[in-house]
């Protein structure tokens, strides 16, 4: 059974840094791309953003509203995603979902973990 | 990026009804949508993917239709298990982007 489980979500102070980590369980980590997807309070899901697999050099890429304040990394040897929050705004509250990405193309969310919620405020 | 809408955001029906929820793309994405489901608390669950073809283990009152820009989910037969907040989902292109949700509420 597939299993995602996200963790690390908490309350930080606007300015401040938080790493969300995502441990996956019941497939091949390894083989797929996967993503961060976030949903604020009362809205509906955005995209947050992806990292590729080994064969894609791990290259990641970001929505604009987190580009260069919001880092994913993977681990495949500890089969754990990571989102390394930087700079944090009132606006990034919400509950940040790990998802993983289909292997066939063009790829989309196939499973998502149960979330971790995000609160920044002072 | 593509905008999805959907409608209604909030649905109220009963045990056995048939219900259709749309989701329209601002821009064609070919048959490249997925649906899913989701509960309070609980992670999304996908239902459909590629507009029409329904995921092992979901069972067939589910239905998808649609191609283009104009996209629809049929509940043949409402359960009580069915009441949650439904979503679409584009691929066609990146970044991935999602329909605002409808909700499923019992009448």
């Known amino acids: 059974e597939v299993q995602l489980v996200e963790s690390g979500g908490g309350l930080v102070q606007p300015g401040g840094s938080l790493t969300l980590s995502c441990a996956a369980s019941g497939f091949t980590f390894s083989d797929h791309y996967m993503a961060w997807v976030r949903q604020a309070p009362g809205k509906g899901l955005e995209w947050v953003g992806r990292t590729r697999d080994k064969a894609n050099t791990y290259t990641t890429e970001y929505a604009a509203s987190v580009k260069g304040r919001f880092t994913i990394s993977r681990d495949d040897s500890k089969n754990s995603l990571y989102l390394q929050m930087n700079n944090l705004k009132t606006e990034d509250t919400a509950v940040y979902y790990c998802?993983?990405?289909?292997?066939?193309?063009?790829?989309?969310?196939?499973?998502w973990g149960q979330g971790t919620l995000v609160t920044v405020s002072s | 990026d593509i905008q999805m809408t959907q409608s209604p955001s909030t649905l109220s029906a009963s045990v056995g009804d048939r219900v259709t929820i749309t989701c329209r793309a601002s821009q064609s994405i070919s048959s490249w949508l997925a649906w899913s489901q989701q509960k309070p608390g609980k992670a999304p669950k996908l239902l459909i993917s590629?507009?029409?073809s329904l995921e092992g283990g979901v069972p067939s009152r589910f239905s998808g239709s649609g191609s283009g820009t104009e996209f629809t989910l049929t509940i043949s037969s409402l359960q009580p298990d069915d009441f949650a907040t439904y979503y679409c989902?584009?691929?066609?292109?990146?970044?991935?982007?999602f329909g605002q949700g409808t909700r499923l509420e019992i009448k």
């Open positions: 989902q584009q691929y066609n292109s990146y970044p991935i982007t």
């Open positions: 590629k507009a029409s």
């Open positions: 998802a993983r990405l289909s292997v066939t193309a063009p790829l989309y969310n196939d499973y």
